[in-house]
C-alpha cells in the first residue's frame, strides 16, 4: 500500500473575499463533458485501478540539459506591473514530449521573503483545460490582478507566495500557451495522459530549478482538479519507489470546490440549486425520483428533468450566486482595481492582457490568440457536492464540527475525518485588517463560496455495513436548565443522579460522557493520568480489566450504567465539579465482541470515543514484551522491584517469523475497531503525536468541551533511545521489515 501523509500548514485559514468568482467563461467546459458522458458515445472512461502497471512499464524521464535555462526563463518585468516588486518570476516551456513537440507553459512566482525555505507549491485550474495562469495566477492566488484598462497590473496584497513559491501550470497541452506540434494529441487528450505529462514537467523543472529539489511540495487545485490533483500526487508516489529518477517530495495536496465523482457532485449540485431556491419543487422531486445517483443509472426522464433545472437557474454567475454579471467590459477607466471590491468583468480584463504582444515576449511565450480554456470552461462545485463526496468515503471523524475565525469573526467551519479536513468560509464584504499576521494567513487559502478539501491520499478506506439498532436503554431526565449548550452538542451533555454523591453545589454541571479505546501498551495509563490532571475531568481506569464485568452484553451495560450515573464517585473525587467523567477499555476486553450493542449503547447514552493508539506498532511490541516479562520477574523472585527500572533494561528477542503477522494483526485489529464506531462522536489520538506536540491535549480538551488546562503526569518515559538498542536481534529484525510496508517502524518516530 502507497500512503501519503498531509501536512497543513498550522496558519491556514479561509476568507472568499480574497478570491475572484469570476469564473465565467468556465461555466461551460464541465458542463460539456458531463452532457457527453450521457450522449449514445460516451468517452472511455481511464481506469485508475491498473496505475500499479507503472511500476514495470516505467521508464526514466528523459531530461535534456537544462543549464542555463532558468536564467533565460526570467522574467524582466511584466509590462504594466507596480512599482516596488521585490520577488523574483519566471515563465517558459518544459517539452513533455520532444517526439510529438508538446510543451507545457509554466509561470513561477517566488516568495519576497524567505524563498529558499518556503515550500513549492504547484496549482492546477479545472475546467477540465482551463488555464491556471489566466485564472488561478491573474484572478485568484497570484502577486497581481489585471487592472480595467487591460494593460497594467495591480498588486494582490493577499498573493500565496507571500509564504510559498508558487508554480502555475498551463495542463493539458492546448490550454492557454501550451502547445503540441503534433495536432493529434489535441484530440487524445485525458486524464491519465494529463498526469503523466505534468509529472515529466515536474522531473524536468527540478532540474532547470535544482534548488527546489528536496524542497516541501504540495500540489493544490479546484474545480476538475478534483480529478488533476489526486492523479497527479499518485503518478508522483508511483514513480518514487524509482531511486533512478528524482524523488519528488512530496507533502500533500488541497483541493477547492473538488469534482471527484460525477454522480455525487451532480447530486449534490442539484441540491444546492433547491435549497438556494434557484430549482422549482416540481423539478427537484423530478430529480430526486427519477435520478439515480448511486448507481448512475440516468433515464431520459431524469436527464429532462436536470435539464429543467439547468435551465431554471437562468444566466446567473454559478460561482457566486448573488454576484453582479459583467455587461459592458468595454466600459474602463483604467483606475487601479481593488482585491477587495469585486469585478465581475475581471476576465476580460486578463484576456486583453496576456494578448498583448510585449506581455507574451515578457512572458518567453509563443506569439499566439491565449484563451482561457481550451474548450470553454470550468464547473460548478457546491458545497453539498463537497459534503457527499467526503460522506462518500465513509471517514471517521477525529475533530468534531467548530467554527474558525479572522479577525475575531466566525470566518467559517471545518471538521477533521481520517485523513481530510474539510473546510467552509462565510463571504466578508468588509477589507480584512492589515497585519502580517493575517498576510501569512490568507496565503495558501482556498476560499471558495462553497467549500475545501485538504486532503491526503489514502488508497485503504474504511466501510460500514452495519444498522444501527438501539438498546433499550433509559436516559436520565434532565433537571436542569442547559445554558450555554449548542444544539449539536445536547445529546453528549448529562445531569447524572448518582445513587451517593452529596455535592449539591454539582447537581447542575453539565457533564460529558467519554470513553479511551485504545490497546495495551500504547500510552492510556500515561493518557489518563493527563486527563486526570484537569480539575473537571474524572477517568475511572481500566475498568474492564475485571473479567465478569465483560462476561456478556448484560454486564458490560450494567457497569457502563454505573460509570456514566456517577455511582462510582465520591464526593471527594474532584475539588471541582466534574464536567467529563469516563474510563479507559482495551480492545480485547469484549468490546469488538460485543461492538455493535456497545456503538448503541454510546450513540443512545451520548458517549464520546477517545481513540488513543501507537503509530510504531514495532516500539509498542517491545512494551508488551518486557511488561510480560515483569510479570514472570515478579513471580520467579518473589520481590517486587521498581517496574520501570525492570521495563527499561530488558531487552527482548522477538520472534522475526512472527513478527510482520503479528504487526499485521495489530493492524487490522485497529482498522477494524475504526470502522465498528465510525457512527460515533470520536477522535483518534496517536500516542507520538501527543509526545511531539503537546497542543494535542489541547484538541483533547476541546473534544471533552473542559476548560484549557497545562495538562502533567508524573510518569515517565521508559523506553528511550534507538530502536537498535531495544532489541537482542536487531540484525534479524531490520532485515525482516527492510523493504515492506512496516519498514518505517525501523526509523525514529519521535525525538526524546
Same mark, same amino acid.
Given at each position: 500500500m502507497i500512503r501519503m501523509k498531509v501536512s497543513i500548514f498550522s496558519w491556514l485559514i479561509l476568507s472568499c473575499c480574497l478570491m475572484a468568482f469570476n469564473d465565467a467563461n468556465q461555466i461551460g467546459s464541465l458542463d460539456r463533458l458531463m452532457k457527453s458522458r450521457t450522449s449514445e458515445k460516451p468517452p472511455l472512461d481511464e481506469s485508475w485501478g491498473k496505475?500499479?502497471?507503472?511500476?514495470?512499464e516505467y521508464s526514466p524521464v528523459y531530461i535534456e540539459p537544462q543549464?542555463?535555462?532558468?536564467?533565460?526563463d526570467k522574467i524582466d518585468v511584466l509590462p504594466g506591473q507596480p512599482q516596488g516588486v521585490d520577488f523574483d518570476q519566471y515563465a517558459g516551456y518544459i517539452t513533455v514530449d520532444?517526439?510529438?513537440?508538446?510543451?507545457?507553459?509554466?509561470?513561477?512566482?517566488?516568495?519576497?521573503? %524567505?524563498?529558499? !525555505? *518556503?515550500?513549492?507549491?504547484?496549482? &492546477?485550474? @479545472?475546467?477540465?483545460?482551463?488555464?491556471?495562469?489566466?485564472y488561478g495566477a491573474m484572478e485568484e492566488l497570484g502577486p497581481f490582478r489585471v487592472n480595467s484598462n487591460g494593460k497594467t497590473l495591480f498588486r494582490n496584497d493577499y498573493a500565496w507566495n507571500n509564504v510559498a513559491n508558487v508554480i502555475f501550470l498551463e495542463s493539458p497541452a492546448g490550454v492557454g500557451f501550451s502547445y503540441s506540434n503534433t495536432t493529434s494529441d489535441y484530440d487524445h487528450t485525458g486524464d491519465k495522459s494529463t498526469a503523466a505529462d505534468s509529472y515529466t514537467f515536474l522531473v524536468k523543472w527540478l532540474e532547470r530549478f535544482p534548488q527546489y529539489k528536496t524542497r516541501d511540495f504540495f500540489i493544490t487545485g479546484e474545480s476538475y482538479?478534483?480529478?488533476?490533483?489526486?492523479?497527479?500526487?499518485?503518478?508522483?508516489?508511483?514513480? %518514487?519507489?524509482? !531511486? *533512478?529518477?528524482?524523488?519528488?517530495? &512530496?507533502? @500533500?495536496?488541497?483541493?477547492?470546490?473538488?469534482?471527484?465523482?460525477?454522480?455525487?457532485?451532480?447530486?449534490?449540485?442539484?441540491?444546492?440549486?433547491?435549497?438556494?431556491?434557484?430549482?422549482?419543487?416540481?423539478?427537484?422531486t423530478g430529480?430526486?425520483?427519477?435520478?439515480?445517483?448511486?448507481?448512475?443509472?440516468?433515464?431520459?426522464?431524469?436527464?429532462?428533468?436536470l435539464a429543467n433545472g439547468k435551465s431554471e437557474v437562468g444566466n446567473i454567475d454559478i460561482y457566486n450566486i448573488y454576484a453582479p454579471l459583467c455587461h459592458n467590459p468595454m466600459e474602463t477607466n483604467g483606475s487601479t482595481g481593488s482585491i477587495i471590491d469585486f469585478d465581475p468583468c475581471s476576465d476580460y480584463y486578463v484576456y486583453s492582457y496576456l494578448n498583448l504582444a510585449e506581455v507574451q515576449r515578457a512572458l518567453h511565450a509563443k506569439a499566439t490568440t491565449w484563451s482561457s480554456c481550451s474548450g470553454d470552461t470550468d464547473g460548478r462545485v457546491p458545497v453539498t457536492s463537497s459534503r457527499y463526496s467526503i460522506n462518500a468515503l465513509i471517514l471517521p471523524i477525529e475533530t468534531g464540527w467548530r467554527p474558525w475565525y479572522t479577525n475575531n469573526e466566525v470566518g467559517g467551519y471545518v471538521v477533521g475525518y481520517k485523513g481530510v479536513i474539510f473546510a467552509t468560509d462565510t463571504l466578508i464584504i468588509k477589507a480584512p485588517k492589515k497585519s502580517p499576521l493575517v498576510l501569512r494567513m490568507v496565503v495558501l487559502v482556498f476560499a471558495m463560496v462553497c467549500g475545501v478539501y485538504i486532503c491526503t491520499i489514502c488508497l485503504k478506506q474504511i466501510n460500514t455495513h452495519s444498522k444501527t439498532k438501539f438498546l433499550d436503554v433509559q436516559v436520565i431526565e434532565r433537571p436542569c436548565h442547559a445554558s450555554g449548550i449548542e444544539e449539536w452538542e445536547i445529546p453528549y451533555v448529562h445531569f447524572p443522579k448518582p445513587k451517593s454523591y452529596s455535592r449539591a453545589e454539582c447537581e447542575c454541571n453539565p457533564v460529558r460522557f467519554f470513553a479511551i479505546l485504545s490497546m495495551q501498551r500504547s500510552g492510556s495509563g500515561w493518557f489518563e493520568t493527563l486527563l486526570n490532571s484537569h480539575i473537571n475531568v474524572s477517568s475511572n481506569g481500566e475498568i474492564f480489566s475485571v473479567k465478569p464485568r465483560r462476561s456478556n452484553v448484560s454486564s458490560i451495560v450494567e457497569t457502563l450504567d454505573k460509570v456514566?450515573?456517577?455511582?462510582?464517585?465520591?464526593?471527594?473525587?474532584?475539588?471541582?465539579?466534574?464536567?467529563?467523567v469516563g474510563f479507559k477499555w482495551m480492545l480485547n476486553q469484549g468490546l469488538m465482541e460485543h461492538h455493535k450493542e456497545i456503538v448503541e449503547y454510546f450513540n443512545s447514552r451520548g458517549v464520546s470515543a477517545i481513540f488513543l493508539f501507537r503509530r510504531n506498532q514495532l516500539r509498542r511490541m517491545i512494551s508488551v514484551l518486557a511488561n510480560s516479562y515483569d510479570r514472570s520477574a515478579k513471580l520467579l523472585n518473589g520481590t517486587h522491584k521498581s517496574h520501570a527500572e525492570i521495563l527499561a533494561k530488558y531487552k527482548p528477542t522477538i520472534n522475526a517469523t512472527l513478527l510482520?503477522?503479528?504487526?499485521?494483526?495489530?493492524?487490522?485489529?485497529?482498522?477494524?475497531?475504526?470502522?465498528?464506531?465510525?457512527?460515533?462522536?470520536?477522535?483518534?489520538?496517536?500516542?507520538?503525536?501527543?509526545?511531539?506536540?503537546?497542543?494535542?491535549?489541547?484538541?483533547?480538551?476541546e473534544f471533552l468541551r473542559v476548560p484549557q488546562m497545562d495538562l502533567k503526569s508524573r510518569q515517565v518515559k521508559i523506553h528511550k533511545g534507538s530502536l537498535s538498542e531495544q532489541f537482542e536481534n536487531w540484525d534479524d529484525v531490520y532485515k525482516t521489515l527492510k523493504g515492506t510496508p512496516y519498514e518505517s517502524f525501523l526509523h525514529a518516530d519521535y525525538q526524546m
Open positions: 496505475l500499479d502497471a507503472i511500476d514495470q543549464d542555463g535555462l532558468m536564467e533565460d520532444p517526439t510529438a513537440g508538446r510543451a507545457l507553459f509554466y509561470y513561477f512566482v517566488e516568495s519576497p521573503q %524567505n524563498s529558499s !525555505t *518556503n515550500p513549492l507549491v504547484l496549482w &492546477l485550474n @479545472g475546467g477540465p483545460g482551463c488555464s491556471s495562469l489566466g482538479a478534483g480529478h488533476y490533483v489526486p492523479q497527479l500526487a499518485y503518478t508522483i508516489l508511483l514513480n %518514487n519507489k524509482n !531511486t *533512478n529518477q528524482t524523488i519528488i517530495n &512530496l507533502k @500533500g495536496i488541497a483541493i477547492g470546490n473538488a469534482w471527484i465523482d460525477d454522480n455525487t457532485n451532480t447530486d449534490g449540485m442539484y441540491d444546492y440549486f433547491w435549497t438556494h431556491a434557484l430549482n422549482s419543487d416540481e423539478t427537484n430529480i430526486n425520483t427519477y435520478c439515480n445517483f448511486v448507481n448512475g443509472n440516468l433515464s431520459s426522464t431524469c436527464i429532462r428533468f456514566y450515573n456517577l455511582d462510582w464517585f465520591s464526593s471527594a473525587s474532584k475539588n471541582e465539579c466534574s464536567a467529563a510482520i503477522p503479528n504487526l499485521k494483526q495489530v493492524q487490522e485489529m485497529t482498522m477494524t475497531a475504526l470502522e465498528y464506531f465510525k457512527s460515533t462522536r470520536h477522535i483518534i489520538l496517536y500516542y507520538e503525536d501527543i509526545i511531539n506536540n503537546r497542543t494535542k491535549l489541547m484538541d483533547v480538551q
